[in-house]
């Protein structure tokens, strides 16, 4: 399993993406203004656990339902924006375990409530369905959106800038994490 104990702050987008841009790591950028900021923490890291759900959401609510260890889900909602995949009560789930962020490709609601908590959390948009709960979804599996993709274990960091992804940590020390 994939852990950070680490709550350290992280340098902005644009320090990280200047220490790194001769760098052997390989720095990946979501595409610009794809994703808005919904939660009450801007700027958020963590190791990436991924899930794959399409206007179904059950996946996402059982792994925020666990300990988060200051990790960020990903969630491939398939780009949807009938549906809403997050809202106040998975949210809070989050929170309580301990999760640094969630992001999201697709809709949340409950977005004032979520503007509230002490979590990051980006996403297409705003819908105010839930979603059905019909399909299981997939739990690890490497994601692509943004012109990205997302594998579980790599690292991703997010603030107002917008998001970059890495295979490793990009500051501090990765003494505590292991995968």
């Keep these: ?6 709550n ?8 990280l993406c200047d220490n790194h841009v001769s760098s052997p790591e390989r720095l990946l950028v979501v595409h610009p203004g794809l994703l808005l900021d919904y939660g009450k923490k801007k700027r958020f890291h963590g190791r990436i656990e991924t899930v794959r759900c399409f206007e179904s959401n059950p996946i996402v609510r059982s ?16 780009g949807s ?3 809403a995949i997050l809202g106040d009560q998975i949210t809070q789930l989050a929170v309580q375990n301990q999760w640094a962020g969630v992001i999201v490709n697709g809709c949340i609601r409950d977005s004032a409530i979520i503007a509230d908590m002490d979590i990051g959390v980006k996403a297409l948009g705003t819908h105010p369905v839930k979603s059905i709960k019909t399909y299981p979804g997939e739990r690890g599996v490497a994601v692509n959106f943004g012109g990205v993709e997302f594998v579980r274990g790599h690292w991703v960091y997010a603030d107002e800038d917008g998001i970059i992804v890495s295979e490793s940590l990009l500051h501090g020390n990765d003494s505590s994490s292991k995968l």
């Design 8 to 15: 350290s702050i992280c340098p902005s987008l644009a320090d």
């Design 1 to 6: 399993m994939a852990t950070s104990t680490s």
């Design 63 to 78: 792994v925020l339902s666990t300990p988060g260890d200051n990790r960020v889900l990903v969630v491939d909602g398939g």
């Design 81 to 83: 924006k009938r549906v």
